[in-house]
């Protein structure tokens, strides 16, 4: 089956819907990067409604990107920039209405127009991708389902309105004067209710047509037979003329008494502009677009079908859509003894599915469909727009190579690192036993410099040694990592305060905590994290006694963030990335023990489980280290 696409309102109609049931958000600009058309897809998925969009600027929807990669500049033109990211997918952000963003994928295409050339841009909602790949990266984690809600009977009432907008429908008494006006009309014929009722229909005639009485005859006509159709000039208010659609009907009261008549017209210069500017979009767009029946045959496709597949468009009309898509496309729609067709459909809507195409000569590739439904004269058709994924699929196989590379090098690294460490001890334990002995027997037998040099030595050893600990205990850290379950913090908290309990009774810091909740995690490795924050909230205290609170609050998008704030020292905003270095200290040996290792530590663990680590805090003023947990099923 094949669809009539000459111009005819019917096809004008056709190309609309066929816009409108655009799988992904269509949106048109202009070189000034206004919006000049949008589906009902960019509606759904920015919040807004279309006159709140349309002659707005691109940058109210994508903030970032869009616009630098599109405008001219001193180097080259507008065209040139279009040039360069034709067929590319670019991932950008969205901004929705309320002010959420979200994750996008743009291909972009020209169209040349009478306004000059446009760009056309099919962005698709990528957050669930966006979310496996990040899985995929961390490799842990679960996935979110995406929420797909259609409200298709909102929508067909919304375009129903629009449509209306589109035809003229006044009233006239019997003899031929205007008594009411749509706002439709007002847009086609130009006058407003005011001017125009109580004068006769006759205006809106050709001079010639009105000498020839051709109004009367029309009038003649419908009160004889009760409804008139035809098509003919009609002339606007500022003397232009438009060919219209019209449509007559006497209006009767139950007696049969001629109450007068009613018109419907339709503007066909407007159709016809329509249906050209809806196939040029269509014709445009960056992805494959594909219409097939229910049967499975192919009624439509669009430029960009024929590229992928390598095929002309009169090789795929009429033919079946496993010429092109071989396997798991049909099983996917069409009915069988457990579902409809319609049932079938609807549980793929909204799902960018990946399968693969087969070229013209035999090549297949991976692509991904989305698909929508388009009510029509034939029945129910889908719309299946077809991306080719070549470049984001080898960009998988990359990550997922580099993945492994790098889990492998990571392995090696903990490998050295504990060998290493662990190799290294034996002949340090030697010296540091030496110099010991030469310390103990020497000391005041040698020269003053003699017992300096000596000491120098002995400490020197000692933290050799701690360093080399410290080491091992980094390289171990975050190795059980997997082995994860549901625990109370409140609990571990408990466990790393009773480790800390000398220090605490030593310093007479006060430690309190707010309800904290019950999560999925590591407890050995939360309760190190604990133990080196709090640890050090009271090494680094300020001249009054300590003060530590632990809390807990959950937040949408990071999952629980934990906060462990003190009243110490504080620390300058430029050393805030710098302490959660390896062996990075602020403070000299003198002032404080240690090596610098207990906030590496910290960020190593939070990360493995998937979180982040930061400070905020002012000199002399306390120090606040929050560090987020995603949430996994917690409570």
Request: charged share 25%.
């Given at each position: 089956m094949t669809l009539d696409l000459n111009g005819s309102t019917e096809s004008a109609a056709r190309y609309r819907g066929l816009l409108e049931a655009a799988p992904d958000a269509m949106v048109v600009v202009n070189q000034d990067g206004g919006i000049v058309l949008l589906n009902v897809q960019a509606e759904k998925q920015f919040g807004y409604q279309r006159d709140e969009l349309l002659g707005?600027?691109?940058?109210?929807?994508?903030?970032?990107?869009?616009?630098e990669r599109l405008i001219a500049d001193g180097t080259r033109t507008a065209a040139e920039a279009l040039a360069q990211q034709i067929g590319m997918g670019i991932e950008l952000s969205g901004r929705r209405k309320d002010g959420s963003e979200f994750p996008i994928e743009i291909m972009l295409s020209p169209l040349e127009s009478a306004e000059g050339i446009l760009v056309t841009a099919a962005i698709r909602n990528i957050s669930v991708r966006k979310q496996a790949e990040k899985q995929l990266a961390q490799t842990e984690g679960g996935r979110r389902l995406m929420e797909d809600s259609l409200r298709e009977s909102e929508e067909r009432y919304r375009l129903l309105l629009?449509?209306?907008?589109?035809?003229?429908?006044?009233?006239?008494?019997?003899?031929?004067?205007?008594?009411?006006?749509?706002?439709?009309?007002?847009?086609?014929?130009?006058?407003?209710?005011?001017?125009?009722?109580?004068?006769?229909?006759s205006c809106f005639f050709p001079p010639e047509d009105i000498e020839l009485g051709r109004p009367e005859e029309i009038l003649r006509i419908t009160a004889a037979?009760?409804?008139?159709?035809?098509?003919?000039?009609?002339?606007?208010?500022?003397?232009?003329?438009f060919s219209a659609s019209l449509t007559f009907t006497a209006l009767r009261d139950p007696s049969g008494n001629l109450l007068g008549f009613s018109e419907f017209s339709h503007d066909l210069s407007e159709s016809k502009e329509s249906e050209a500017k809806y196939r040029g979009l269509l014709e445009a767009a960056p992805d494959a677009m594909v219409i097939v029946d229910e049967a499975g045959d192919i009624v439509l496709l669009n430029l960009q079908a024929e590229k992928q597949f390598g095929y002309r468009r009169d090789e795929l009309l009429g033919q079946k859509l496993t010429r092109i898509i071989p396997e798991g496309f049909a099983e996917r729609l069409i009915a069988d003894g457990t579902r409809t067709a319609a049932e079938a459909l609807a549980q793929q809507?909204?799902?960018?599915?990946?399968?693969?195409?087969?070229?013209?000569?035999?090549?297949?590739?991976?692509?991904?469909?989305?698909?929508?439904?388009?009510?029509?004269?034939?029945?129910?058709?889908?719309?299946?727009?077809?991306?080719?994924?070549?470049?984001?699929?080898?960009?998988?196989k990359n990550l997922l190579r580099t993945a492994e590379e790098l889990k492998q090098k990571?392995?090696?690294?903990?490998?050295?690192?504990?060998?290493?460490?662990?190799?290294?001890?034996?002949?340090?334990?030697?010296?540091?036993?030496?110099?010991?002995?030469l310390a103990k027997r020497y000391v005041g037998r040698l020269d003053s410099d003699a017992d300096e040099f000596i000491a120098y030595a002995v400490d020197g050893c000692n933290r050799m040694q701690q360093l080399i600990l410290d080491l091992l205990a980094y390289s171990r850290s975050g190795a059980d990592g997997k082995a994860q379950r549901v625990i109370s913090t409140e609990d571990v908290l408990q466990e790393a305060l009773m480790?800390?309990?000398?220090?605490?009774?030593?310093?007479?810091?006060?430690?309190?905590?707010?309800?904290?909740?019950?999560?999925?995690?590591?407890?050995?490795?939360?309760?190190?994290?604990?133990?080196?924050?709090?640890?050090?909230?009271?090494?680094?205290?300020?001249?009054?006694?300590?003060?530590?609170?632990?809390?807990?609050?959950?937040?949408?998008?990071?999952?629980?963030?934990?906060?462990?704030?003190?009243n110490g020292m504080g620390i300058e905003p430029q050393y805030f990335e710098k302490i959660f270095v390896l062996f990075q200290r602020l403070h000299g040996r003198e002032e404080f023990s240690g090596t610098g290792i207990g906030l590496a530590v910290?960020?190593?663990?939070?990360?493995?489980?998937?979180?982040?680590?930061?400070?905020?805090?002012?000199?002399?003023?306390?120090?606040?280290?929050?560090?987020?947990?995603?949430?996994?099923?917690?409570?």
């Open positions: 707005q600027k691109i940058t109210r929807i994508i903030p970032e990107g869009f616009a629009d449509g209306i907008q589109s035809y003229a429908i006044f009233a006239m008494d019997p003899g031929g004067r205007v008594t009411s006006w749509n706002a439709g009309a007002q847009r086609i014929k130009g006058y407003t209710a005011d001017e125009i009722i109580g004068h006769n229909f037979n009760g409804h008139h159709e035809e098509q003919g000039m009609r002339v606007r208010k500022d003397g232009s003329r809507i909204g799902m960018g599915i990946e399968l693969y195409g087969r070229r013209r000569d035999g090549r297949e590739f991976p692509i991904e469909i989305m698909l929508s439904p388009l009510e029509s004269a034939q029945g129910i058709l889908v719309t299946a727009a077809i991306r080719n994924i070549t470049a984001r699929k080898e960009a998988e990571n392995d090696q690294l903990q490998q050295f690192a504990y060998v290493a460490s662990h190799d290294l001890q034996e002949p340090l334990r030697m010296v540091a036993s030496y110099t010991q002995l480790n800390l309990r000398a220090m605490i009774e030593e310093s007479g810091a006060v430690v309190t905590h707010d309800s904290l909740p019950t999560i999925m995690s590591s407890g050995s490795q939360l309760g190190q994290i604990f133990q080196n924050l709090i640890g050090n909230a009271i090494k680094y205290r300020s001249a009054s006694a300590p003060h530590v609170n632990i809390s807990a609050t959950k937040d949408g998008a990071k999952g629980w963030i934990f906060a462990v704030r003190d910290c960020k190593k663990i939070v990360e493995q489980l998937g979180g982040t680590i930061w400070v905020e805090s002012q000199p002399e003023k306390g120090s606040t280290f929050y560090f987020s947990l995603p949430e996994r099923g917690d409570k």
